[in-house]
């Protein structure tokens, strides 16, 4: 395919550019330049891919040396019916859903804050976008002590603002609040991130047009969502895309947080995957189990960026 | 511009804007703060109940952190007398020092795998990108979408396969294979986000150069690269943070010998569980250079995060 696309390269730069340079032309450098990214892409993400769809349709097991069968779609009939794996769809519909709510809406009004351009904003701009750039499995294992009812910092920060005993609720132990102790540390990490792509939003909105709001004299409730908020969607949309992706493959953060537990509360999908592939040793099931999951994610992916795109010729 | 503008916030909006994110700032940054501080607790301060904020620094979390210790019995303790400070510390324990412990090591592997693998994806990307932005590669929208689309992969779905790969070839828990990893992971970024910043430097410059007889190729290096440096250096920094801060992948296919840091912090245990001051001392150590290299890049971080998608 390589090669093939080589020639195709060459063939398609302008011969006016290429004519009578010494040294390499133009169509020889372009695949010079792109052949060993695409080698390794080659390499290292679409054989194992197709060794995965390979294996999705065996009973093959890594950890042990017996004859492998071919079980035709078997595997994917299995996981499609199997109401345990509904459950981890539900968790991790719950987790996309309100890390995505609540990062938007804290994001997209700390944006609109900062854009008042208040005399040292640059410095907190800095300061609020760290969570996000660090490790989350160390992070997230520093959270099971913030998250500890007697000695963590949460609980206190809790009783400060509301006056719940601190010690009276257990976020990560308890059934019901351990899908929001995820959801909390997903937001605390990732809400600079939709607050960035939001800010660029508002700073691309010309002044002009607010000023000709004014003297039409729209009020400025009117003003924020004629314009701000129309001309701030196409942003706000793809950082929702970003973070769906991000949360969707979501592993790192929860794993070393809650582990998936109380019971299966918090097993996302990359979590149940994990355990069926590396610790029941399921390849052949996990790899059915990853191409579904790959599938779902390029199909929603794909339908949304059509969206977008419509958003954005609007 | 006239001194009056109706679309330039008034000073009692902006103080209350400025208050608000102040408090947010602040609520946002104290588990960081709590990370730091804890690592200057010792293990009874760090569990006090209630938790404290007031305490007395002491650097044992430091001590544990990087070393391995025994309990003694008083006989051995009474004839060797401590000589450092750091024996100081461990000796109101019965405790002496035997040896270093593995932090250091999987500290030095991230560097090693982190730089590796940076240097090749901004090698490879910066080479890729410079290709797609000035030539008429055929189905060029196709070829980076595919590039971008391997980012879309849960990691743990790639892991079955790459597991089994890397078994076969000799590449599990090497530094080898995680750094050829890496790469192959970060170099989507590498290719977005480099196109982006060489997309907006001039054609006109190369042009130039090339009427002067420069080669091609004498061109890319001589006028393309030269510009592209601050493209170069931020894109470096991105990936070199993702490797840095990588967990999936670690975890899965090293054990020991390349094992990183973000899996190996978590394992830290004292005695009844997680020794947290030198957890935390480990975290501090392992984030701040990427909270210093988030302030040296705050003015391209959109860029980058986006995949060169929003460029502000």
Known sequence: MTDGLATRAARATPPAAARKIRGLSDRAIAWIFVAPTIFLLLAVNIFPLIWTIRLSFTNFRANRNREVEWVGLRNYERILTDSDIWLTMQATAHFLFWTIFFQVLIGFALAYLINKNFRGSPFWTTVIVLPMMLSPAVVGNFWTFLYQPQIGLFNYVVEFFTGIPASSFEMIGSVNLAPWSIVIVDTWMWTPFVMLICLAGLRSIPAYIYEAAEIDRASKWRQFWTITVPMVLPFLMLAVLFRGIENFKMFDLVVQLTGGGPGSVTELTSINLKREAFEKWRTGYASAYAIILFVTVFGLASIYVKALNAVKER | ?312
């Open chain 2, 1 to 312: 511009m006239s001194s009056y503008s109706i679309t330039e916030p008034s000073p009692r909006q902006k103080w209350v804007a400025g208050t608000l994110v102040i408090l947010y700032a602040v609520i946002t940054i104290l588990p960081l703060v709590w990370i730091i501080a804890t690592g200057f607790k010792s293990p009874s301060d760090a569990i006090s109940y209630p938790p404290k904020i007031v305490f007395e620094p002491t650097l044992e979390g430091y001590v544990n952190l990087f070393t391995t210790r025994t309990r003694q019995t008083e006989e051995y303790l009474a004839a060797n007398p401590p000589q450092t400070w750091a024996d100081e510390i461990v000796r109101q324990y019965d405790m002496v020092i035997v040896g270093p412990s593995r932090y250091g090591e999987r500290f030095l592997n991230s560097v090693i795998i982190g730089f590796g693998s940076t240097f090749l994806a901004v090698f490879l990307g910066t080479m890729a990108a410079y290709a797609f932005s000035r030539f008429r590669v055929p189905l060029k929208d196709d070829l980076m979408f595919f590039i971008l689309s391997t980012r879309m992969m849960p990691p743990i779905a790639v892991a079955i396969p790459i597991f089994l790969m890397f078994r076969s070839l000799g590449l599990s828990d090497t530094h080898l294979g995680m750094i050829l990893l890496y790469t192959a992971v970060n170099i989507s970024l590498a290719v977005w986000l480099m196109k982006s910043f060489i997309d907006g430097i001039p054609r006109e410059y190369e042009e130039a150069a090339l009427i002067d007889g420069y080669t091609r190729f004498q061109a890319f290096m001589k006028v393309v690269l030269p510009q592209a440096a601050t493209g170069i250096a931020s894109t470096a920094i991105f990936c070199l943070i993702f490797a840095w801060n990588e967990y999936a992948f670690a975890v899965l296919l090293t054990s020991g010998t390349a094992q990183t840091a973000p899996p190996f912090i978590p394992t830290i245990i004292g005695v009844g569980g997680q020794d947290w001051p030198a957890v935390a001392a480990g975290a501090t150590l392992f984030l701040i250079p990427v909270m210093v290299f988030t302030i040296l890049l705050r003015k391209h971080l959109l860029r980058g995060i986006t995949f060169g998608a929003v460029r502000k």
